[in-house]
């Protein structure tokens, strides 16, 4: 081994090597290194002496290590640390057991019911009629709840709800939530806080945007995909989901935190938490089922899903004295929204084929109104959820499948797209046949394939199928990509199988003008066209023939790509031609250009084989190369290192924003040379707190580090 000296004293040379420069054997002592560090560090927080790293360190290893084992997945070591979050996936998570089981809530779902309730606990405490009785009334989050277990005002761990008495350690998933604190200044010295994790509509759209953009999986609601991000064995994908938490309530506590849940849910506020704005307190049922009533109007405008409103005594004795039955507490109760659900006829089932080939199965229904809207459409996801399967193999709608004919129950969520809930088996035909998934391309007649591990058949049709062709120029032209107005699906389809127009591929939009024709088959002679209308489609086009490097990357459309990952390559490389020869060196040798590439923030194996091999495969550069001759390229601005303020800052997000997403905040600050951080350390310079910015924030305050707003953000940003 090769030592050398530095401010730390004697350090192997692998340590102070970026992972780029890595050699082989340097990078099995940096691993070695690693893992050790990593597990007495590991052995020493969960025993909770004083740790020798603090958390941003701990994290910077972690992700390092990750890092070289991304490089050289042949050198990862059996001991890896990454293995080391949880059980991998097939096994699940370790399990903690609650100290104080996580109970579920009993329904009312109307008027009576609400009474009954109030009765109930005057009876059980012996309170007269008359005697006032104060609730809280405050949205039911549709999410999933989380236990924080910290103790001496750290966090030690954080378990889903499993069973109630036993739940999955998802402690450092838990902690990449950028509303969630590690350390509570003044808490009491064993505090558990509960509550539940969600994702918000517009993180919602936008996730399942890139995830579509990517060619990765589409989440039905916001539940399920915030389900889904929590319980991640890589926790670096926890990380990149828009996760937020709101606190209500508490497990086991060394001390009370007040007299009230009132008092109590301010407590937890005061220490970070974000807790919700539209709890109130309420003294008779008429006003708690106005405030309800007053929560449902705002449902649609509140920006998160709730599926009703709880209602809990205020009183903290009298909630201990009227204590818990088997699974639910005496003292509250879920007032639940009626269900936006109705029950029609599947008419037929439509394959749809995806940009990257993915088959989509939709249901076609006779139309129903559900929650107000006609649903003539639904969602099918993919095979396993028409067979009544979820991606884990376990049962979904108690394991009934959907067949053409049956009757189904439709559901609508938010804005989210309707879905099947139930099937009614009671009047399912005995001719309906289980339905068999298409084996091949329903467009082209390619056959599909589906891999193992994937919940999806796709087309490999590729450029020969005119599905994929059409989807392939909507998003070329889509609004982050060209962007070019007057080009919708309708025309995109019609110039795609006009022969005339023959919009084939992008390239061909860019010879539209010159291959129009002044006969009869010219655009403007085209029903619904006219003369204006096919000049100002042929300047919208002109004027996209000068492009961004970033945003031609992205507009190929190439599975894995996303917007953010284009711009992070595009600013790297900056000349379109130099990226072409590195891509070019990088798929025939996999050498030194193969790992450029990878070292590139964001820039993962599987983005980097989908982007060589679609530079390699000789139909689909044909297209790019063609389509490149009809623009021109401006080069992506390198990282702006001059004039700006942020150069070799580390740069903290915490609260959520409301302008970007964190991905492209940090993208943007990346590009002005700041290192964007996860937590807060004594080497954090600058901390821009969004909205609902609790511990991380106050961490910053205490340390004495700059804190600004988003709002001071972008005009920061802005300026340079
Ligand atoms: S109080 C002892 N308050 O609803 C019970 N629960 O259907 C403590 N939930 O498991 C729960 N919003 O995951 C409470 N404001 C809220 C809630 C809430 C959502 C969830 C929670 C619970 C489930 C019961």
Same mark, same amino acid.
């Given at each position: 081994m090769t030592y050398e000296r530095s401010t730390k004293g004697l350090i192997t040379v692998a340590q102070n090597r970026a992972v780029n420069k890595l050699t082989l054997e340097e990078a099995s002592t940096e691993l070695a290194r690693l893992a050790d560090v990593l597990a007495r560090a590991n052995i020493d927080y969960h025993q909770k002496d004083a740790p020798f790293l603090s958390d941003s360190d701990y994290d910077a290893l972690r992700i390092r290590n990750h890092e070289i084992e991304v490089r050289f997945p042949q050198m990862k070591r059996g001991d890896s640390p990454s293995e080391k979050i949880g059980a991998p996936l097939s096994e699940g998570f370790a399990k903690i057991v609650h100290a104080v089981p996580m109970l579920s809530l009993a329904n009312a779902f109307n008027k009576a019911d609400v009474s009954d309730f109030d009765e109930r606990i005057r009876r059980y405490l012996g309170l007269k009629q008359d005697l006032s009785l104060s609730y809280t009334v405050e949205p039911k989050i549709d999410g999933l709840s989380l236990s924080l277990r910290y103790e001496q005002g750290r966090l030690v761990h954080a378990a889903t709800r499993g069973d109630g008495q036993v739940g999955e350690n998802v402690t450092e998933n838990a902690k990449t939530i950028g509303n969630i604190p590690h350390v509570i200044a003044n808490a009491p010295e064993i505090l558990e806080v509960r509550g539940e994790v969600y994702i918000g509509h517009s993180d919602f759209a936008d996730l399942n945007e890139r995830q579509s953009i990517e060619g990765s999986k589409v989440f039905a609601n916001p539940r399920n995909a915030a389900a889904g991000a929590l319980r991640q064995i890589d926790v670096r994908v926890t990380a990149e989901r828009p996760l937020q938490f709101f606190a209500y309530a508490w497990g086991e506590l060394s001390e009370p935190l007040g007299n009230t849940q009132t008092e109590a849910? @301010?407590?937890?506020?005061?220490? %970070?938490? +974000? *807790? !919700?704005?539209?709890?109130?307190?309420? +003294?008779? *049922?008429?006003? =708690?089922? @106005?405030? &309800? !009533? !007053?929560?449902? @109007?705002?449902?649609?405008?509140?920006? &998160?899903?709730?599926? %009703?409103?709880? &209602?809990?005594? !205020?009183? =903290? %004795? &009298?909630?201990?004295? =009227? %204590?818990f039955r088997s699974t639910t507490p005496r003292w509250a109760v879920a007032h639940k929204f009626p269900a936006e659900l109705a029950w029609t006829y599947l008419e037929a089932i439509d394959i749809q084929v995806g940009r990257t080939g993915a088959l989509s199965p939709v249901a076609r229904l006779k139309p129903v109104t559900v929650g107000g809207v006609v649903v003539s459409n639904a969602t099918l996801h993919n095979e396993d959820y028409i067979l009544g399967r979820d991606s884990n193999g376990s049962a979904i709608r108690d394991g009934k499948d959907i067949r053409i004919s049956d009757w189904v129950q439709i559901y609508r969520a938010g804005d989210v797209i309707p879905k099947i809930a139930d099937v009614d088996l009671s009047k399912r035909k005995v001719e309906a046949e289980a339905f068999v998934f298409p084996s091949s391309c329903p467009e082209c007649g390619s056959i599909a394939t589906r891999e193992e591990g994937d919940a999806v058949w796709r087309c490999v049709g590729g450029f020969i199928c005119p599905a994929q062709g059409v989807e392939r120029i909507k998003h070329f032209v889509s609004r982050k990509a060209f962007d070019i107005d007057g080009l919708g699906t309708k025309q995109i389809e019609m110039f795609f199988y006009d022969d005339a127009l023959a919009v084939k591929e992008p390239a061909d939009i860019f010879t539209l003008a010159k291959r129009d024709t002044q006969n009869l088959t010219s655009l403007k002679n085209r029903d619904g066209w006219g003369e204006r209308s096919a000049a100002n489609l042929f300047a919208a086009i002109e004027e996209r023939r000068n492009i961004g490097f970033g945003r031609l990357l992205f507009a190929l459309g190439i599975r894995h790509v996303g917007e953010a990952a284009a711009n992070l390559i595009a600013t790297h490389y900056t000349k379109w031609d130099e990226f072409v020869l590195a891509i070019d060196e990088a798929f025939t040798s996999k050498g030194a250009e193969w790992g450029t590439l990878l070292a590139i923030e964001g820039v993962g194996e599987v983005m980097a084989t989908s982007l060589v091999s679609a530079f390699a495969n000789p139909l689909e550069r044909g297209a790019i190369d063609r389509l490149v001759a009809q623009l021109e390229i401006q080069d992506a601005e390198a990282p702006k290192t001059e004039g700006s303020p942020l150069v070799g800052k580390t740069v903290v997000f915490t609260g959520s924003l409301k302008k970007m997403s964190r991905a492209e905040a940090k993208a943007r600050a990346e590009n002005l040379g700041a290192k964007v951080a996860g937590s807060i350390s004594t080497k954090t310079d600058l901390v821009v707190a969004g909205i609902g910015a609790g511990s991380k924030a106050k961490k910053a305050q205490d340390l004495g580090i700059a804190i600004i707003d988003e709002d001071d953000w972008f005009q920061m940003i802005e300026a340079l």
């Open positions: 849910v @301010a407590r937890l506020a005061a220490f %970070g938490f +974000q *807790i !919700n704005s539209l709890t109130e307190t309420c +003294q008779t *049922i008429e006003s =708690l089922l @106005a405030h &309800y !009533n !007053n929560i449902e @109007a705002q449902r649609a405008s509140l920006g &998160y899903d709730i599926d %009703g409103v709880v &209602y809990k005594v !205020n009183d =903290l %004795g &009298y909630q201990r004295r =009227l %204590g």
